[in-house]
């Protein structure tokens, strides 16, 4: 590489973090997520602006689907997560699991989300998410 060439970034995820709202209170979480963050979910509509811009890089291929704890806006991930599966995306949510107290409860909630398009689901784990 000659000092004048010029890098060009290619992105391959996109991630939104749908509230910064969460469940718990880790001490290691990037984004300073808590229960007390309210207000701060972003619309479906802001989402789906979001996803059609991204959908003119061509080396996105992933959107990762995350805040916060982006279960708490259950309705709007599960329609983001379609959207974003129309457009070829493939998708993945990063949670720490709260909404799972019981196995027929975590079926059906991913059930739900598979039928969106959901392709992976990643679990935080730790102290602080019990």
């Known amino acids: 590489m000659t000092k004048n060439e010029i890098i060009t970034p290619s992105p391959k995820t996109a991630a939104i973090l749908i509230t910064y709202q969460c469940v718990a209170q880790c001490d290691e979480c990037c984004f300073a997520c808590n229960p007390h963050l309210t207000g701060t979910t972003v619309s479906l509509a802001e989402i789906k602006q979001f996803l059609n811009v991204i959908s003119k890089i061509k080396t996105i291929k992933v959107v990762v689907f995350s805040g ?12 983001a997560i379609k959207y974003a599966n129309s457009l070829g995306f493939s998708t993945r949510c990063v949670s720490n699991g709260y909404w799972a107290p019981t196995l027929d409860i975590a079926e059906k909630k991913i059930g739900l989300l598979a039928q969106a398009g959901l392709n992976e689901l990643n679990l935080s784990t730790g102290d602080s998410h019990q």
């Open 68 to 79: 916060g704890e982006c279960f708490i806006e259950f309705d709007i991930l599960k329609q």
